[in-house]
């Protein structure tokens, strides 16, 4: 049925798009100006990024880049943008590109929702663990499924969006567009709970497309719950703590290490650029973990340094936002300047 | 019954039950234009064939680009999605014939090649017809702007060309009508003097539209619908906007052109030149427009000649047919004519590029 709504979106919010926002944004919320780098990723002759659907840093600052381009790739570029590699091309579980993630460990993982598989590369780029399993195409192409999901099981993911993990190697999915439910596994990939169901809801312990995750130093998770217009926070075993309607329709969610940890959330602007939707949408918005809003940034447009469907950001430093962008087919660098942050005039 | 550069409006009150005019087998008796060609100007590498020539444009140096469809169009089997990747190429030559360089070479739209054309600063716009994406590509190669969104998926089966909705999420939505970049089998892109963009879209759909956007790509307004009436469209092949704004819109299914101001406003209209699927508007201070009546692929024992007309309407002559040898076209998709009387046009039925030289 999600899917069916979703198709239906498209036709739908060009006239009542309001209704879906109806929930109140934040007001006088300060301003953080940025500035975004020129030109940041170097590619070789003959490569293009496609949509860019996932953006992550590793410790070393490099970062890496998961995009749907002619197939779904995984590039690696160091800190100035640099191209250094291409991670696992050809491999089974490369269809269609959603997220990308590095762990503590500096392990790379990649979320594919086109096959419905979470991929583990160690910082070599092998292979080490996999999560799902991509179905078998012995059946050939089979009709589109309209209808409704499956009973969601513990190790088959439907269409998943992201992953992150708490300081103990837990292992935490965002599933997805098919199901709509946190999964909980350990680190060695044995499932232990989820929130949620194959079933959208707008409850407290419902979601309705679990769109993105992130995960505090103490181990609560920030679950951006897009069609929901909302983020939602889970404690470590994924009971509810708390929800925040007032940012929009949280796409995608990163919270920065380090002693104070703030959160970020992305009202990005629909598909579609439809009127009205660019003075409404594609800010980021920047916050305490209790929900307190610090400040936002960034508008919709299609030239940098407009945001254009930002699907992903990478917060490693809170000052130095990368964010992924669909409909640009881009990655910007954002550094920010907190200090100069004032509400706009009206 | 001429219709050559005559108002319809007339026309249609007094008899409205001919609104199959259409069918009715007039041709200007045009003079023709002597010309000679040269059938492969363009010198490929040994490992490429050209395909299906959608698009062919020169940039101020006369350097030629060419959108084919070529390779091998794919659909993989994800999970419950079949994903579309593949199936055309972007190729530029010098304006000796001599290959240059691939441009977008497995980027992530290029599925069928409808169209590219050059705008005045140079940048290469491609347009690709399942795809539902616009792009506009600076001198270097690189991303400049895209308008659009591909779609994310197929739906097996697949749903008739002309159903709304036709793809999955994030592509091919409402086609024509909509107030936004979502586009449906998008056909053609120009340009005015502001840089303002103008995109053909819904070729083939229930509906039809101009969309028209900034310089950046924020949409302005779309117009047009599916049907006969001025201001509404059947299968919109092409688009050309003179040097005073005015917008020519190939209206290849009702077999006229229309025009209309930058707001979307109708001038004009002129018919009498078969179904123009092709047009170009030469620059310059005295332009003219081409448009070629292309014979469809199955097809080549009638139709096929290229007009040349002033921008009333006025038909100043033709020359070609359709056919496979040199001097005959096969289902032309695209005219080049930065230089009035050498022109480039882009063949679907005989995988070329034809070099036209016209002997006024």
């Known amino acids: 049925m999600k899917r069916f709504v979703a198709l239906c979106f498209a036709f739908a919010f060009f006239s009542v798009g309001s209704a879906f926002a109806e929930k109140a944004k934040a007001q006088n919320v300060p301003e953080i100006p940025f500035d975004t780098v020129p030109n940041l990723i170097k590619l070789p002759p003959n490569l293009y990024l496609g949509e860019a659907m996932g953006v992550a840093t590793n410790s070393k600052g490099h970062f890496f880049v998961f995009t749907r381009s002619a197939n779904t790739r995984l590039f690696e570029f160091d800190q100035n943008g640099n191209y250094v590699r291409e991670i696992g091309e050809g491999n089974y579980g490369f269809e269609f590109a959603h997220s990308v993630r590095v762990d503590a460990e500096d392990n790379i993982w990649a979320v594919d929702e086109g096959t419905n598989m ?14 799902g399993h991509r179905p078998d195409a012995v059946a050939g192409m089979l009709p589109s499924n309209l ?25 935490f999915v965002s599933d997805g567009y098919v199901n709509n439910r946190v999964v909980k596994y350990d680190k060695n990939g044995r499932f232990v709970t ?10 407290p312990e419902q979601m309705n497309l679990p769109h993105g995750i992130a995960a505090d130093a103490k181990g609560n998770l920030y679950v951006a719950d897009r069609s929901n217009h909302r983020l939602q926070v889970y404690d470590n075993d994924l009971k509810f703590k708390s929800s925040y309607e007032n940012i929009g329709d949280s796409w995608t969610t990163c919270v920065s290490p380090g002693p104070h940890q703030y959160l970020f959330t992305s009202n990005s602007n629909p598909n579609g650029n439809g009127p009205g939707t660019w003075e409404t949408s594609g800010e980021i918005y920047k916050m305490e973990l209790d929900g307190t809003i610090v400040g936002k940034f960034g508008h919709a447009g299609k030239l940098a340094p407009g945001f254009q469907v ?13 964010v992924a962008e669909i409909e640009s087919w881009r990655v910007q660098k954002l550094l920010l300047k907190p200090q100069q942050a004032k509400v706009a005039a009206k | 019954m001429r219709m050559r550069g005559i108002e319809m409006k007339h026309f249609v009150q007094i008899l409205p039950g001919l609104l199959l005019f259409a069918a009715i087998p007039v041709q200007a008796q045009a003079p023709d234009i002597a010309f000679d060609s040269n059938p492969y100007p363009l010198k490929f590498p040994e490992t490429i064939i050209l395909g299906e020539a959608a698009g062919v444009a020169t940039n101020s140096k006369g350097d030629v680009f060419v959108y084919t469809r070529t390779g091998h169009p794919t659909i993989s089997i994800g999970t419950s999605r079949p994903f579309a990747h593949g199936g055309s190429r972007l190729f530029e030559f010098d304006k000796t014939g001599k290959y240059v360089r691939e441009i977008g070479r497995d980027s992530y739209s290029m599925l069928v090649a409808q169209q590219v054309r050059v705008d005045p600063q140079d940048n290469i716009w491609t347009v690709d017809q399942m795809s539902s994406m616009v792009i506009k590509w600076d001198p270097n190669g690189r991303i400049a702007l895209l308008l659009g969104r591909k779609a994310e998926s197929e739906v097996v089966p697949a749903r008739p060309l002309d159903a709304p909705g ?12 909509a107030q936004s970049d979502l586009f449906q089998r998008p056909t053609d892109v120009a340009w005015d003097a502001a840089g303002n963009i103008y995109v053909a879209d819904g070729y083939g759909s229930q509906d039809a539209r101009i969309a028209k956007f900034d310089k950046v790509g924020k949409f302005v307004k779309s117009w047009g619908s599916r049907g006969s009436e001025k201001g509404q469209f059947n299968s919109i092949r092409g688009i050309a906007i003179d040097a005073q704004g005015n917008v020519y819109v190939a209206d290849a299914g009702n077999k006229r052109i229309q025009v209309f101001d930058g707001d979307g406003n109708f001038k004009t209209q002129f018919g009498d030149i078969g179904s123009p699927s092709a047009i170009c508007l030469t620059p310059g201070a005295n332009q003219v427009l081409y448009s070629s009546n292309s014979n469809p692929p199955d097809d080549i024992d009638s139709g096929g000649e290229i007009y040349k007309l002033d921008l009333t309407g006025k038909v100043i002559g033709k020359f070609g047919r359709a056919g496979k040898q040199s001097k005959e076209f096969g289902t032309v998709n695209a005219i080049d004519c930065r230089r009035e009387n050498e022109l480039y046009v882009g063949e679907i039925g005989n995988w070329r590029v034809q070099k036209l030289t016209l002997h006024q």
């Open chain 1, 118 to 131: 979470v991929i583990k590369f160690n910082p070599q780029g092998r292979v080490v663990m996999v999560i």
């Open chain 1, 147 to 171: 209808g409704p999901a499956p009973p969601a099981a513990k190790y088959t993911l439907g269409r998943p969006t992201d992953v992150t993990w708490d300081a103990q190697g837990n292992i």
């Open chain 1, 194 to 203: 989820q929130v949620g169901s194959e079933k959208a809801g707008n409850g």
């Open chain 1, 310 to 322: 930002v699907h992903m950001m990478d917060c490693r430093n809170p000052n130095e936002i990368y």
């Open chain 2, 166 to 177: 036709r793809a999955g999420r994030g592509g091919g939505a409402p086609g024509a009508g």
